[in-house]
Each structure stands twice: as C-alpha cells, then as structure tokens.
C-alpha cells in the first residue's frame, strides 16, 4: 500500500526566512497530494493542493511542487510569519481510491 | 468547517466501557471518515463511508465500529477491545471522492481512557 514519509519532523526559522518541507512517498499510481495546516488544538485545514498532471503550484507565500519521477512533493513558505507556526501535513491518494495517507507532520516554528 | 460538528470535545471513560463518538455534517457530503491523531504519527484511517448505509475499513479499524444510517451522521464506537483508546479523533467528510475534492475536519474529540 502507499506510504508516505514527511521530513523534518520540527523546523525552526526565523521570521522573514524560508521554510521547506518534504515528502516522499510509494505508489506510483497516486495522483492528489494535499497540504494541510494544523493549528494548536484546532482542525487540520487545506492550505494548497498538486495533481500529477502539474508540476508546481503557487499561492501567495505557499508553493508546492512536486516531481514524479523522484515520488516526492515539496511545500515551500517564503517570508515566513509568527502566524505559519503550526504543524504542517502532507498527503497523497491514489486514483480511483477514497483514501488519503497522511506523512507525520512537520512542527514549523516561526521566531520574531 | 462550520459545517462539522463533534461532540463532546473531550471525553473520559473507564477501561473496558464502550462510548461513542458523534460526527455530524450539514454540509450535503455524501463521503465522511475517522481518522486517529496521535504524537508523532500523523493522522490514520480508521473507517469511511463513501455513502449512506456503507462503509470500508480504514488502517486501524481493529476494536472500533461505525454505522451511517443518515448522509449527515457518521457516529464512531470505541470498543474495549482497542488496546489504546486514549487519542484525539477527528472526522472529516469530502462531497465525493477524494482524487477530485477537499477533505473538511470537525474540532476533533480528546479520548482519555483511565
């Protein structure tokens, strides 16, 4: 079955910096890779998503990009803000599947 | 996300009781699931319904059981036959299939198990 594996497991960065995590994951198959943010003690949300088809794609200071032939997937979050400290998930699901594989999230901290 | 309601928003209960976990959605989402949040470990599938009166096993279904006898209903039993209960649960329901369509999460339920 897919697998998913998310690295680092705690970032820390001072503010204005940029902030890079990264996953990989198994089943080549697998074509919907979400990001989701989760705030301390409230619900994990949607932040950006990437389909196989697209290679990057960019929100404000969010980007995602993703290389198929590696199986990994990238958020990066430039001029970072106290208020992107958080911890951050990836995701991946396979076409034709109703599940999604969450990584282990990445705790980012953001220092004025 | 207004949209998602879990109730209580934190639960105890003795060892060996059953108790069930309420998620309800008003959101028309024919897709609901339970997912298990523990430190270090992300979140993980315990069940999921693609529609009305069917549901799959997810990663860790041992010791929990669902039922989804209404679209906006998708209630979770933890059994005392789950070895660690104590977690933070979270339900979430998408308007179909996942390839195409955001998946939207409730508060979440704290779990203590004494």
């Known amino acids: 079955g897919e697998n998913v594996e998310q690295h680092p497991s705690t970032l820390s960065v001072q503010e204005g910096d940029s902030a890079v995590i990264k996953c990989t994951y198994s089943?080549?198959?697998?074509?919907?890779f979400p990001w989701y943010k989760q705030e301390l003690g409230k619900r994990p949300q949607l932040i950006i998503d990437?389909?196989?088809?697209?290679g990057e794609k960019k929100d404000q200071r969010i980007a995602v990009t993703l290389n198929k032939t590696a199986k990994h997937f990238s958020l990066h979050i430039t001029e970072t803000q106290p208020e992107d400290s958080a911890v951050y998930f990836c995701?991946?699901?396979?076409?034709?599947?109703?599940?999604?594989?969450f990584g282990t999230g990445t705790r980012l901290q953001v220092f004025p | 996300d207004g949209g998602i309601t879990q109730s209580p928003k934190y639960l105890f209960r003795k060892e060996g009781q059953n108790v069930t976990l309420s998620c309800e959605q008003n959101?028309?989402?024919?897709?609901m699931y339970w997912y298990r949040q523990d430190p270090g470990q992300g979140l993980r599938l315990i069940y999921y319904?693609?529609?009305?009166?069917?549901?799959q096993k997810g990663d860790i279904a041992e010791g929990y059981s669902v039922s989804r006898e209404k679209k906006e209903s998708f209630p979770l039993t933890v059994t005392s036959a789950q070895k660690n209960p104590t977690a933070f649960y979270l339900c979430?329901?998408?308007?179909?299939?996942?390839?195409?369509?955001?998946?939207?999460f409730g508060p979440g339920t704290r779990l203590t198990v004494l």
């Open positions: 959101l028309n989402h024919d897709a």
């Open positions: 979430a329901s998408s308007i179909g299939a996942i390839r195409d369509n955001e998946q939207f």
């Open positions: 319904s693609q529609i009305v009166n069917d549901f």
């Open positions: 995701a991946a699901s396979k076409r034709n599947t109703d599940k999604l594989i």
């Open positions: 089943d080549s198959a697998s074509n919907y």
């Open positions: 990437i389909r196989s088809n697209v």
